[in-house]
């Protein structure tokens, strides 16, 4: 299975700007989306089922999805995108 790579950053509002937080290997989705715009969504989902599990603090986002060479560097940016994170209360 090929995996895809979203690189992610966070807002930081002391600073101004994005800086590194963190790096999610995905499975790629079966069939792969077949435009940037359908990556988008396929990233905005994968990220809410992140930081939900994770408890990530509400914020914006930055992100990248890309694929990898061995080494680690990108060969393939699918898509980009911000995306702005605010946890919800489940009903219990």
Do not use: K
């Not at 990220?47 to 061995?70: C, F, K, N």
């Amino acid at each position: 299975m090929d995996t895809v790579w979203l690189d992610v950053s966070m807002w930081t509002g002391l600073r101004g700007n994005f800086h590194p937080f963190m790096d999610i290997a995905c499975e790629s989705p079966d069939p792969p989306p077949a435009d940037a715009g359908e990556w988008q969504q396929w990233a905005g989902s994968y990220l809410a089922a992140v930081a939900q599990r994770e408890a990530w603090q509400a914020g914006r986002y930055a992100y990248r999805a890309e694929r990898r060479d061995d080494g680690g560097h990108p060969v393939e940016v699918l898509t980009r995108g911000q995306w702005e994170w605010s946890p919800t209360t489940t009903p219990g």
